[in-house]
């Protein structure tokens, strides 16, 4: 096992990760930048760096900074956490290049995954069903307008390099496609510095499927089972489950036996997780996404197999075999997510930074809260608007449900708006207690209401 490491990350994920190296006897080296002077987790880390201003290009995206931050503290590996630069392949190349290990997939494959067009072709190769559409780059408009006619309207417009819900169009006749099709084109070129779009029919109700994959360096991958976010709102998770209420158990078997072959077929180590899209007018999978990194919502997977994917993570990086097969991955009771951003649900989920004057958290049989504010923590405006995550694990996910609603209800965070409250509300509404619903709810049974 590595004796020190670097966190090149923030928030709850460092102080997540601070905590399973604690446990495994590894020294930490938390970074920061101005912005994060007064976060808790450099307190946790054994060492802590400043890295630069605010803006995450001065420090947190910041190749150089990072790579020399990690020098001066000589650790033996960096772990990335999730965005910022988890899945930049340049970064695992310097990583590489510099002699320090990189916790998470070799940068080949994390260069072919990565590309959202790369990643359906290698699907398709694993036999794995993809969603109709675009084989490649769309050159033109001209190509575009061909291609949707093609498909059928309504397609997806959804950028190459695309990710955190970003990038991504829906299409419904030929006048918009042509005026989306130029805006998303500058769009990813701004965001992504990558303009290459691709082209797939748009499922109109769909629920997301997602199956988390750990693999060694000696050749063993497993999955762990589903976790189904289809609870969201601009693309984005709000709510994580496992396991899905939306599939019957030869479904699962299915779903979760593509995404490990086609993790085996690319190759894949460390922690990823392969998205899908479970098309409720046909009941068919497609392949959606790789995301080559550890997930937010990692936990809710942590809850029901018992395995500490963190741990893992590290475990495989420096060279250790899973010492458990496929066989031995348990699948016990239910466990749900929900992500409380200092966000307005009144509004449209618009941000709303600002200083915690109270915080309460909740606690009790069955609760997991990682997060890494206090009270007097002020939420920095710069960042994404993550509070923390508040997750439960019970026999039923009936149960489950009962245990997040009286979660929710002790949780008091003042005066900054959060999601608490309309957690609360879609916990107690009729539809998702069915489990019978698509990506569609919360715009239809909260915003509308
Ligand atoms: P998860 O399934 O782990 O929730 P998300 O897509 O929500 O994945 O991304 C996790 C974090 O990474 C979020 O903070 C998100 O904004 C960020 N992120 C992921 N991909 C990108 C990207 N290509 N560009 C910018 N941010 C990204
Ligand atoms: P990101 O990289 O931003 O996570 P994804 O490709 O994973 O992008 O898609 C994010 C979300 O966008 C999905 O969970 C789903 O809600 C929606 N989406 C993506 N592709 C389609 C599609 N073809 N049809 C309908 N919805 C889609
Ligand atoms: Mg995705």
Not at 110 to 115: S, V
Not at 213 to 226: A, Q, R, S, T
Not at 302 to 315: A, F, H, N, P, Y
Not at 415 to 425: D, Y
Request: net charge negative; glycine share 8%; aromatic share 6%.
């Amino acid at each position: 096992m590595f004796s020190r490491i670097l966190i090149a990350n923030r928030g709850e994920i460092a102080l997540r990760i601070i905590r399973a190296c604690k446990e495994l006897g590894v020294e930490t080296v938390a970074v920061f930048s101005e912005a994060d002077r007064n976060a808790s987790y450099l307190h946790l880390a054994d060492d802590h760096i400043c890295i630069g201003e605010a803006p995450s290009a001065d420090s947190y995206l910041n190749i150089a900074r990072i790579i020399a931050a990690a020098e001066i503290a000589d650790v033996q590996a960096i772990h990335p956490g999730y965005g910022f630069l988890a899945e930049n392949p340049h970064f695992a190349e310097v990583c590489r290049d510099c002699k320090i290990a990189f916790i998470g997939p070799d940068t080949e494959t994390m260069g072919k995954l990565g590309d959202k067009i790369e990643a359906k072709r290698i699907a398709k190769a694993a036999n794995v069903p993809t969603v109709p559409g675009s084989d490649g780059p769309i050159a033109d408009v001209e190509e575009a307008v061909k291609l949707a006619n093609q498909i059928g309207y309504p397609v997806g417009i959804k950028a190459a390099a695309g990710g955190g819900g970003r990038g991504i169009r829906a299409v419904h006749n030929e006048a918009t496609l042509r005026g989306s099709f130029r805006q998303a084109q500058i769009e990813a070129e701004v965001a992504f510095g990558d303009g290459r779009l691709y082209m797939e029919k748009w499922i109109e109700s769909m629920r997301h499927i997602e199956v988390q994959i750990l693999g060694d360096n000696h050749g063993n991958l497993v999955h762990l089972w589903e976790r189904d976010c289809t609870v969201q709102r601009r693309r984005q998770k709000l709510i994580e489950e496992s396991p899905s209420p939306a599939l019957s158990e030869e479904q699962r078997q299915a779903v979760c036996e593509a995404a490990a072959r086609l993790c085996r077929q690319a190759g894949y180590t460390n922690a990823g997780t392969v998205e899908f899209i479970l098309d409720l007018s046909s009941g068919e999978f497609y392949f959606m996404e790789v995301n080559a990194r550890i997930q937010v919502e990692h936990p809710v997977t942590e809850m029901i197999s018992g395995i500490d994917l963190v741990k893992w993570q590290l475990r495989v990086a420096a060279g250790e075999r899973l010492d458990f097969t496929q066989d031995q991955v348990p699948r016990m009771g239910h466990a749900i997510e929900c992500r409380i951003n200092a966000e307005d649900p009144e509004h449209n989920f618009r941000p709303c930074p600002g200083r915690i004057d109270v915080y309460v958290p909740p606690g009790g049989p069955g609760v997991r809260l990682d997060s890494h504010v206090y009270q007097g923590y002020t939420i920095p405006s710069t960042y994404d608007s993550l509070i923390g995550k508040l997750l439960v694990h019970r026999p039923t996910r009936a149960e489950a449900i009962q245990t997040m609603w009286r979660a929710l209800g002790e949780f008091q965070i003042h005066p900054v708006k959060t999601t608490v409250a309309m957690h609360q509300h879609v916990l107690g509404h009729p539809t998702f207690l069915s489990g019978q619903f698509d990506t569609g709810f919360v715009e239809k049974h909260v915003l509308a209401k």
